[in-house]
Each structure stands twice: as structure tokens, then as C-alpha cells.
């Protein structure tokens, strides 16, 4: 067995080729294609009324605009609208975002059962999560769960974000007690932002600063 009726929300051709495909080598039959994000809601509101609800969702994070205006114009808007219209619905995020806290949050937040990242070997990572969360309520790809680990390995304080804000900011070191007094943040000394800095470069294993600025970024902390 397997799902019956999926909806796919994404705008790319090539993206939709390929999960097409996907789904066809699955033996799901009944697919439908929808390139608005209003459109993915108005077919899953009709599918419910006409008592032939869609079993799955596999949607795009990001949507391009043009001549044709939508109210709901990000797939993150749009899940949140297809909690609302049918909360049992699953949810595949197929999306080239890379940010551990973004896809947390749509776990967290939002409920979703699967994220796959646009990238190599993506097809078959599609196909393991459709039937991993055909047969239970989630899937998280072994990369996704190392970023979760990594993430969780050091415990952001907020004097911690403060510093490496303002190094991203190209305040150089020595300067930067002088802004966290400003903001009120303490400790505020210059030797304890360096202990600061050198605790997180050891507890995440990096030997620059660069490389923690770089770090807080993709996981969205700055």
C-alpha cells in the first residue's frame, strides 16, 4: 500500500519532473500539480468537501512572483494554512534551504513529516522519506540530523549571539566591549569576550572566528 492522492506545490519544471517521476515509480497514481501556493489550498479545501481528501503534501519553501498575485506566497505560509484546513494532512518539504533553524522550526512549529533537501541523490531521498512516512509520522535525513546534532552541541547564550553579531558586522575584537556596554549586555570586559569566543571555537572545534560567523549564519542565530 501506499498513498492514494498526492498534491505537489512547486514551481520549477525540472524540480517537478523529477518528483513526478518519483512518485510514478512509487505507483502512486493520482498526482496533481499546482504552481501557487493558492492554488495547492483552494485544491486541498475542494478535495475535503468533495470527501476525497489528498493524502499528502510535498511543497516548495520558496515560490518566484509573477503577474499572477497570490495572497499566500511561501510554502511556510502555506503550511501553516494547510494545518488550519486539515491539520492530519502530511507534509514533505522538497526545498534548497539549508538552514538547520528554519527546517527546525518546521518540525517544531508546524508539524511537518519530512524535509528533503534539492541536491545530489535527492530522488532517492524522496522516495525513503515518502515510505518511511507512509508507514509512521516522521522522517529526518541523516544529514539533517547531524546539523540538528552539531547545532545542539553548544548552548548559545545571548552574550554569545551579541559577540558573534557584531564580529559579522566587521567590529573588530578589541571594539567589541565598547557596543555590548552600549546594548547593556554584560560580561562585558574584553577578557571575557575573549574567553566567550574561545569557548565556543572549542566546544564547536573551529580555530577561527571567521568560521563561527559562518557557522551562526547558516544556522540562522545572526
Same mark, same amino acid.
Given at each position: ?24 515509480? @512509487? ?46 506566497? $511561501? $510554502? ?29 522550526? =518546521? ?58 553579531? @557584531? ?16 546594548? $547593556? ?13 574561545? @569557548? ?20 540562522? =542565530?545572526?
Amino acid at each position: 500500500m501506499m498513498f492514494e492522492r498526492v498534491l505537489i506545490a512547486e514551481d520549477h519544471e525540472s524540480s517537478n519532473i523529477s518528483v513526478r517521476k518519483t512518485l510514478e515509480d @512509487l505507483g502512486i497514481e493520482i498526482a496533481h500539480y499546482v504552481f501557487y501556493c493558492d492554488d495547492a489550498l483552494t485544491w486541498i479545501q475542494k478535495a475535503r468537501q468533495n470527501d476525497e481528501p489528498y493524502d499528502l503534501l510535498i511543497t516548495d519553501l520558496s515560490f518566484e512572483e509573477d503577474h499572477n498575485k497570490q495572497r499566500i506566497t $511561501g $510554502g511556510t505560509e502555506l503550511i501553516k494554512a494547510v494545518r488550519q484546513a486539515q491539520p492530519n494532512l502530511k507534509i514533505l518539504v522538497f526545498s534548497a534551504e539549508n538552514k538547520a533553524a528554519v527546517i527546525d522550526a =518546521l518540525y517544531d512549529e508546524l508539524g511537518i513529516n519530512a524535509y528533503v533537501r534539492k541536491a545530489r541523490n535527492d530522488a532517492q531521498e524522496l522516495k525513503l522519506a515518502i515510505n518511511t512516512i507512509y508507514k509512521s509520522s516522521k522522517y529526518i535525513s541523516a544529514n539533517l540530523r547531524q546539523n540538528i546534532k552539531a547545532k545542539n552541541a553548544y548552548e548559545f547564550a545571548d552574550v554569545d549571539i551579541a559577540i558573534i553579531s @557584531l564580529l559579522s558586522q566587521g567590529i573588530p575584537q578589541k571594539n567589541i566591549p565598547f557596543h555590548l556596554q552600549e546594548k $547593556g549586555i554584560s560580561p562585558s570586559g574584553l577578557s571575557s569576550v575573549e574567553k566567550r569566543l574561545n @569557548l565556543m571555537r572549542e566546544a564547536l572545534e573551529f580555530s577561527k572566528n571567521e568560521q563561527l560567523v559562518v557557522y551562526c549564519k547558516d544556522f540562522g =542565530l545572526i
